[in-house]
């Protein structure tokens, strides 16, 4: 994956050529890939949608279980000014503020009259100047990498606010495999603090750097890890090869 909050899935499907083994190399059979990006017309969500991303989190808290669970604003233009941001629980009955931290960060609280009052988070600016993502990072992890349970972690939460805003069709495409983060025929992309030059997964003493095909080439802050990849366990560290800091036009990247 991956606050109205912004965070439809849009999934692209084009064409690939899965191997059956090793040895042997059948004529190509033609499958599907689908790509998990950020909304374009990204509105806040629905309380109760966020509160289904709470309950995963919960649920699938094994995959980062010292992390807690908060998110965070990403401006979409440059020089956003965050300082009068004000973000609310509103329903008919109820106007629940919730605090936004110095980083962006904030957390949703579980509130039964919100859910029962169908209530939405809104946020105080514009819409499409700021997206949200779960922001899950578990402490001590040395600075330039990120680690997977935490970013597998981050899509389930994803993946569970906005799967019933897909289409029927994408969803029984995706359903079947097990969603999003469970399937090789997914990338769910994510952005790192700067512009980068490459990544590359380390367990022990393996290592595996991410092809082409898992960093976005026109965002060079973005790239998709093999969530689905359980050779790689939890503890993985995702390194990150930063790009040069006068790079210009890679530093103003705008991420999602």
């Not at 609280?109 to 514009?126: F, G, I, N, V, Y």
């Not at 997206?131 to 600075?143: K, S």
Request: glycine residues 4%.
């Amino acid at each position: 994956m991956h606050i109205t909050l912004p965070l439809i899935l849009l999934l692209s499907v084009s064409s690939s050529v899965m191997a059956q083994s090793d040895t042997e190399q059948p004529p190509p059979v033609p499958t599907q890939q689908v790509t998990v990006a950020g909304s374009r017309d990204p509105d806040w969500k629905p309380y109760r949608k966020m509160l289904d991303g709470i309950d995963a989190f919960d649920h699938y808290h094994s995959l980062a279980p010292q992390a807690q669970l908060k998110f965070i604003l990403r401006p979409q233009q440059p020089r956003l000014t965050a300082s009068d941001l004000k973000l609310r629980i509103v329903g008919d009955t109820v106007n629940i503020e919730v605090p936004i931290a110095a980083d962006l960060t904030f957390s949703v609280p579980r509130d039964e009259s919100a859910a029962k009052d169908d209530a939405d988070l809104r946020l105080s600016t514009k819409k499409g100047l700021f997206r949200w993502r779960p922001d899950i990072h578990t402490a001590g992890i040395p600075v330039g990498t990120r680690r997977l349970g935490d970013l597998r972690l981050e899509c389930e939460v994803r993946w569970a606010v906005d799967k019933f805003d897909a289409s029927l069709i994408k969803l029984a495409y995706l359903v079947p495999l097990g969603g999003v983060c469970h399937t090789s025929r997914s990338r769910v992309f994510y952005s790192s603090d700067a512009p980068i030059t490459g990544a590359t997964l380390v367990s022990g003493s393996r290592r595996e750097r991410l092809p082409a095909e898992r960093l976005d080439a026109k965002d060079r802050a973005r790239y998709a890890p093999p969530l689905h990849d359980q050779s790689w366990p939890d503890d993985t560290l995702v390194e990150f090869e930063f790009a040069m800091p006068n790079d210009a036009t890679a530093a103003d990247t705008v991420k999602n």
